[in-house]
């Protein structure tokens, strides 16, 4: 523990602010249009519902929203005597309030800067690209796939039947030296699997 970690308790928590946190943070996309959705249905509803009880208290009734019916209704129902049509829409908000609470899955792969103050990211179907060229640019390559696990990296290529186990090493080599230079904090362990053409 350094000084300053002893000194401020906060500090060992921003010490442990790694590159790869904080680019999964910055990376992390929000869900948008379900959320602009969810907010809009709820502002206008409640909108409705709040003008409609303020408009009954002073003494006249809007007639927008039926409360009083709503609430009778509320009052003498149960949960199991709900309509499925009741209980579908009650699950699709559910879903939505969800849907716009957790944010998606990041389509960009973070890599290392030398600025911490930076983000930058690479798209998966760029970095995919990326590494299809360099595993094809190996001799006796014909064709190659790489496929982005959550910890892995999967490179499947296809040779001619006169290939070697060394063409594995040699394509795992070229794909891990182009990450390298890359600079992609997140990608994992590189697995290549040989395929002979024609089988």
Known sequence: MTTLQQILPGAAVAAQDTPLRRSRRALKPARTPAAVLVAAVLTAGLGLTTA??????????LGWVPVDRAVAWASRSSWHEL??????????????LLLALVPGRSRLVPVETTDPLI???????????????VAQEVDGVHKARV??????????????????????????TAVG???????????GEVVVRL?????
């Open 52 to 61: 409609e009880i303020v408009s009954a208290l002073l003494g006249k009734s």
């Open 83 to 96: 309509p499925p049509v009741g209980l579908a829409l009650a699950g699709v908000g559910a879903a939505l």
């Open 119 to 133: 983000v930058v990211g690479i798209t998966r179907v760029g970095l995919r690209r990326t590494l299809r060229a």
């Open 147 to 172: 496929r982005l696990r959550r910890r892995r990296i999967e490179v499947t290529v296809v040779t001619g039947p006169e290939s070697s186990g060394s063409m594995l090493k040699q394509v795992g």
């Open 177 to 187: 030296d182009r990450l390298a230079g890359v600079g992609t904090l997140e990608t």
């Open 195 to 199: 395929r002979r053409k024609g089988l």
